[in-house]
């Protein structure tokens, strides 16, 4: 049976959440609820290192030099998007090492897209506009999110996000307009990126096991097919723009729904790839300790010199 103090932070935290107030690390709030944000934020901030990876292997081969200082600014946004997510997540009380642990145990899971291989040049400009286009509309509701770190990180991430959504539709639109060989590498791209894109707003609400506790609370604002909905009608009119063939056939404008319908995703591939049997989850993991294991020198020479600070500090207090 709970005791009256208890029974009262519960009612005090519902009311915020009711009243649109932020939960800040300081406040009470369910266990539950920080799990909640702690699996959902490291998700995120995972997403972002791992999505890194597909991108840095083009650095090498982009194009043109424009291309390449673009692309080398957009993956070092991606890397300040995990700090912020990161340092959003560790204020619930978890350390950045059982974090990154985590990820590399396979406990935590980052977003499905990123365990697939970026094969072309145009693989670049369809993750730029469809992964990063389907991220902005998952994220832009996250800027209303209950938990006041998480939200106020989202600001930032979203504006560039959406320098990163129109630089992959760039390269899209150079493509499609170029030659026949450069426009079907745009379609082939889009068709393969395609289906990932939709799969990365989770499963349907009804099969969500988090979704609709999210939603009570706050953390999520709308639900994974809404917003899965709200990205295939405002891309739909982006690749009529760029002149390529649906990628889906069974694409309609549904007049009577006021939006387009679409055929079902493949949610055994879903589940396949989310639980560690995608082309390159061995492959983007495996990368990730390496890198992890190879910058062991900065956090230990960190360490050692907060060490030395704190003995300076303790010596001068002494005397």
């Not at 150079?174 to 030659?179: D, E, I, N, P, V």
Request: proline share 4%; charged share 25%; glycine share 6%.
């Amino acid at each position: 049976m709970q005791t009256v103090e208890p029974l009262l932070q519960e009612a005090e935290f519902d009311q915020k959440i009711l009243d649109e107030q932020k939960i800040e690390p300081r406040d009470w709030m369910p266990e539950a609820y920080r799990k909640n944000l702690i699996r959902q934020m490291s998700q995120h901030a995972h997403s972002e290192v791992i999505g890194m990876q597909p991108e840095g292997n083009w650095i090498t081969r982009a194009p043109t030099l424009r291309r390449k200082a673009v692309l080398l600014a957009k993956i070092q946004d991606e890397a300040g998007h995990g700090l912020y997510l990161y340092s959003a997540t560790e204020t619930l009380g978890c350390t950045r090492s059982e974090l990154i642990e985590a990820l590399q145990t396979g406990k935590a899971k980052y977003a499905s897209i990123f365990n697939y291989p970026a094969l072309t040049w145009a693989d670049v400009g369809a993750t730029g506009w469809l992964v990063d286009g389907a991220a902005i509309v998952n994220q832009i509701a996250l800027q209303r999110t209950s938990y006041g770190p998480y939200a106020r990180a989202m600001v930032r991430i979203c504006k560039e996000e959406s320098f990163h959504q129109r630089q992959g539709y760039e390269i899209m639109f150079a493509l499609a307009k170029g030659s026949p060989q450069q426009k079907q590498m745009a379609q082939d791209a889009m068709n393969r990126i395609w289906w990932p894109s939709l799969m990365m707003f989770g499963p349907h609400d009804a099969d969500s096991a988090h979704s609709s506790q999210s939603m009570k609370w706050k953390i999520k604002r709308q639900s994974n097919d809404f917003l899965r909905q709200k990205f295939i009608d405002q891309t739909i009119p982006q690749i009529k723009v760029l002149g390529l063939d649906m990628p889906d056939p069974e694409i309609r404008w549904n007049k009577k729904r006021g939006h387009y319908d679409h055929g079902e995703i493949n949610w055994d591939e879903f589940y396949q790839v989310i639980n560690g049997q995608g082309p390159c989850n061995h492959q983007r993991i495996k990368h990730h300790k390496r890198a992890h294991d190879e910058g062991e020198w900065v956090r230990e020479a960190v360490r050692n010199y907060r060490e030395k600070q704190n003995r300076r500090e303790n010596s001068t207090m002494k005397k």
